[in-house]
């Protein structure tokens, strides 16, 4: 069963950091792209990051850029988000998904969602 399970979200003041993991089971992250969305209230849901597996590049939205680095564990089967400098705008559901998109950011490209994890900045 294909499952993408994320965690390590919270609370953090501005200013903090937190490392968000995307563990999936039931398939390799080979060959695919992993990316970051994240939806905070009211708006809708945007890219944050992407990984690519067959080639190792990766992309980040401007707001995150220099903030946010995305990263694979191989051994673990896991994508890492590791986000610095935390803002009040980085206040989100994040979630990651798998898939061959076209775009790094089209939603419709990626096949698996995971059920996304909060991620809250205040102070």
């Known amino acids: 069963q294909v499952q993408l399970v994320e965690s390590g979200g919270g609370l953090v003041q501005p200013g903090g950091s937190l490392r968000l993991s995307c563990a999936a089971s039931g398939f390799t992250l080979d060959h695919y792209a992993i990316g970051w969305f994240r939806q905070a209230p009211g708006k809708e849901r945007e890219g944050v990051s992407c990984?690519?597996?067959?080639?190792?590049?990766?992309y980040y939205a401007d707001s995150v850029k220099g903030r946010f680095t995305i990263s694979r564990d191989n051994a673990k089967n896991t994508v890492n988000l590791q986000m610095n400098s935390l803002k009040l705008e980085d206040t989100a559901v994040y979630y990651c998904?798998?898939?061959?998109?076209?775009?790094?950011?089209?939603?419709?490209?990626?096949?698996?969602w995971g059920q996304g994890t909060q991620v809250t900045v205040s102070s």
């Open positions: 998904a798998v898939g061959v998109p076209s775009s790094w950011d089209y939603e419709r490209g990626y096949d698996y």
């Open positions: 990984i690519s597996t067959s080639d190792g590049n990766t």
